[in-house]
Nanobody
Framework: QIQLVESGGGLVQPGGSLNISCAAS????????MAWYRQAPGMQREWVAQ???????SYSDSVKGRFTTSRDDAKTTMWLQMNSLEPEDTAVYYC??????????????WGQGTQVTVSS
């Protein structure tokens, strides 16, 4: 089992920055991919970014160049540095962790989410 807790959300003005984090506990040695998703009101949850156990990151087109994700070597914490924030970035941001064996079991884990609001 893997537990995930996001933190660092809040209210920020357009053009501002925010850094949110995801703390993992439990069987963190099994984590392969850690990812960020977000869900705006009335919208489906969408993939934002992810980082592999090797530290390789990828981003959705909507955040590329503005957001950066990173994780520590122990795979216990992941961060999302968000710059040049826009009102369209307003959403609940969720942390997701996929074990190495998720392709076989379909198993993955989610945090409870942290609210990010971009507004003047």
């Amino acid at each position: 089992q893997i537990q995930l807790v996001e933190s660092g959300g809040g209210l920020v003005q357009p053009g501002g920055s925010l850094n949110i984090s995801c703390a993992a506990s439990g069987s963190t040695y099994n984590i392969n991919i850690m990812a960020w998703y977000r869900q705006a009101p009335g919208m489906q949850r969408e993939w934002v970014a992810q980082i592999s156990h090797r530290g390789v990151s990828s981003y959705s087109d909507s955040v590329k160049g503005r957001f950066t994700t990173s994780r520590d070597d122990a795979k216990t914490t992941m961060w999302l540095q968000m710059n040049s924030l826009e009102p369209e970035d307003t959403a609940v941001y969720y942390c997701n962790a996929r074990p190495y064996y998720s392709d076989l079991t379909g198993e993955d884990y989610w945090g409870q989410g942290t609210q990010v609001t971009v507004s003047s």
